[in-house]
């Protein structure tokens, strides 16, 4: 599975928007783009994945560049309680012979503030 | 319901104790993990059932020993444990290995500490 680049900390402003950035230069045409997120002693938590197309959910938005290369993850208004570590991860999907580890790295540290 | 639950959530045992943390999920999911995490670190795979078979051991010493009764259970024995064990134990489960919608879902964890 190709590998992720996040920086590791960033602050944001509470009812902002985060833009969270991932680059994954290496990945391949049948990775997906995962995020997760893990709050402080607690177990990850899923918010979103995606192939191509930019994906919305409840929790979040997930923009995909034309060339898959990177990839945003948007908290559209900040709280306090969406601090925590922020994982993204690129994993195959498909078959049981091509099953991808969910691999993480180390993540990005975002604090929001009041 | 997403729900993956873990118990104990805390657990203090001696190098030469045996003890076992259990995992549940009522999802229907048929893959279950463990995970390990160190502090500051971020979580590595040790385990991998599928259908209440071991898929992958990713060379995990022999003092751990992962057990599946059945397809909502997942057990890690434990026995001999150095300090150096001492972490949080995360178990996760999802629909299968294969299929598209192979979201990964964990639990709280279990935190462990060996002395």
């Known amino acids: 599975d190709a590998k992720t680049t996040q920086p590791p900390s960033m602050d944001c402003a509470e009812g902002r928007a985060a833009n969270l950035p991932c680059n994954h230069s290496t990945i391949s045409g049948n990775e997906y783009v995962y995020w997760y997120r893990q709050i402080h002693s607690q177990g990850p938590q899923y918010i979103i994945h995606g192939l191509k197309n930019n994906e919305t959910n409840e929790m979040a938005s997930l923009i995909i560049t034309e060339d898959r290369k990177s990839s945003t993850l948007i908290l559209p208004h900040a709280t306090l309680r969406d601090t925590a570590v922020y994982y993204c991860?690129?994993?195959?999907?498909?078959?049981?012979?091509?099953?991808?580890?969910?691999?993480f790295g180390a993540g990005t540290q975002v604090v929001v503030t009041p | 319901d997403t729900e993956v639950t873990q118990t104990p959530k805390h657990l203090v045992m001696g190098m030469t104790n045996k003890k076992s943390l259990k995992c549940e999920q009522h999802?229907?999911?048929?893959?279950m993990y463990w995970y390990k995490q160190k502090a500051k670190k971020p979580p590595e795979l040790m385990f991998v059932y599928s259908y209440e078979k071991l898929s992958i051991n990713e060379s995990v010493p022999s003092r751990f020993s992962p057990e599946c009764p059945n397809s909502s259970l997942l057990n890690l024995h434990l026995h001999a444990l150095q300090p150096e064990d001492s972490a949080l134990y995360l178990c996760?489960?999802?629909?299968?290995?294969?299929?598209?919608?192979?979201?990964?879902?964990f639990g709280e964890g279990s935190w462990l500490t060996v002395v």
């Open positions: 999802m229907g999911h048929r893959a």
């Open positions: 991860i690129v994993r195959v999907l498909g078959t049981t012979d091509s099953w991808g580890k969910l691999q």
């Open positions: 996760a489960s999802s629909q299968d290995l294969g299929s598209i919608g192979n979201t990964i879902y």
